[in-house]
T-cell receptor
Framework: DSGVTQTPKHLITATGQRVTLRCSPR?????VYWYQQSLDQGLQFLIH???????AKGNILERFSAQQFPDLHSELNLSSLELGDSALYFC????????????FGSGTQLSVL | DAKTTQPNSMESNEEEPVHLPCNHS???????IHWYRQLPSQGPEYVIH???SNVNNRMASLAIAEDRKSSTLILHRATLRDAAVYYC?????????FGAGTILRVKS
C-alpha cells in the first residue's frame, strides 16, 4: 500500500459526460501528479501540483482540468468525454516538488461507452 | 522532453542477476536518472534513482556510466515477483515523463 488513495476505482460513463477523479496524497506529501495510461499511449504525464499551485503541464487536453485543494487532495475533471478517454488514470504524490520519489495510487479505471 | 531508450523486452531465469540497460545520450547535467517498475494491474513503483554515482538499495543497484549517457539497473537475484515493466526516466522540470519501458519476463 503506497498510502495514496484514488477514488473511485472504476467509473463507467457515456460520451459527452463529465466526471471527477479524486486523489488523496500520502500524509505530509505536498506534490500531486496525474498520469493517464492507455494501451496505445503508455503512461502519459498530465499535470503536477505543488502545495496548491500548478507546477508543470504535460499532454493534458483542454477538456481536462485539475486542482489541488488546501487540504492537499486533488481532483482531475474530465469533460465532454470521448471514447478515446477510456484509460487508467493514476495519481502520484511526493514530499517535495523537485527530484524526489513518487508514490503512485492504484488508479481509476475509466470506461467511456 | 529528455529521452531514454530501452529494449522492448528481456527474459531472465529465476535466481539469476538481471541487467536492464538504458540509453540517455541527451541527458543534461542536472537530470536525475530514475527507475520505476509496474507490476500487472498496479501503479508504478519506485525502484531507485541517481545522478552520477552508482547507487544501491534493498531492491536493486543502479550503475551509471561515467559520461552519464547510459545506465544499467541491476536486479541481483530475479524472482517471479520481479516480472514487470521497468521504466528508465529522466526527472527534470517538475516532470517525470515515462517512456515505453522494458518488459521483464522471469522464467522459473
Amino acid at each position: 500500500d503506497s498510502g495514496v488513495t484514488q477514488t473511485p476505482k472504476h467509473l463507467i460513463t457515456a460520451t459527452g459526460q463529465r466526471v471527477t477523479l479524486r486523489c488523496s496524497p500520502r500524509s505530509g506529501d505536498l506534490s500531486v501528479y496525474w498520469y493517464q495510461q492507455s494501451l496505445d499511449q503508455g503512461l502519459q504525464f498530465l499535470i503536477h501540483y505543488y502545495n496548491g499551485e500548478e507546477r508543470a503541464k504535460g499532454n493534458i487536453l483542454e477538456r481536462f482540468s485539475a486542482q489541488q485543494f488546501p487540504d492537499l487532495h486533488s481532483e482531475l475533471n474530465l469533460s465532454s468525454l470521448e471514447l478515446g478517454d477510456s484509460a487508467l488514470y493514476f495519481c502520484a504524490s511526493s514530499v517535495g516538488q523537485g527530484v524526489t520519489k513518487l508514490f503512485f495510487g492504484s488508479g481509476t479505471q475509466l470506461s467511456v461507452l | 522532453d529528455a529521452k531514454t531508450t530501452q529494449p522492448n523486452s528481456m527474459e531472465s531465469n529465476e535466481e539469476e542477476p538481471v541487467h536492464l540497460p538504458c540509453n540517455h545520450s541527451t541527458i543534461s547535467g542536472t537530470d536525475y536518472i530514475h527507475w520505476y517498475r509496474q507490476l500487472p494491474s498496479q501503479g508504478p513503483e519506485y525502484v531507485i534513482h541517481g545522478l552520477t554515482s552508482n547507487v544501491n538499495n534493498r531492491m536493486a543497484s543502479l550503475a551509471i556510466a561515467e559520461d552519464r549517457k547510459s545506465s544499467t539497473l541491476i536486479l541481483h537475484r530475479a524472482t517471479l515477483r520481479d516480472a514487470a515493466v521497468y521504466y528508465c526516466i529522466l526527472f527534470w522540470g517538475n516532470k517525470l515523463v515515462f517512456g515505453a519501458g522494458t518488459i521483464l519476463r522471469v522464467k522459473s
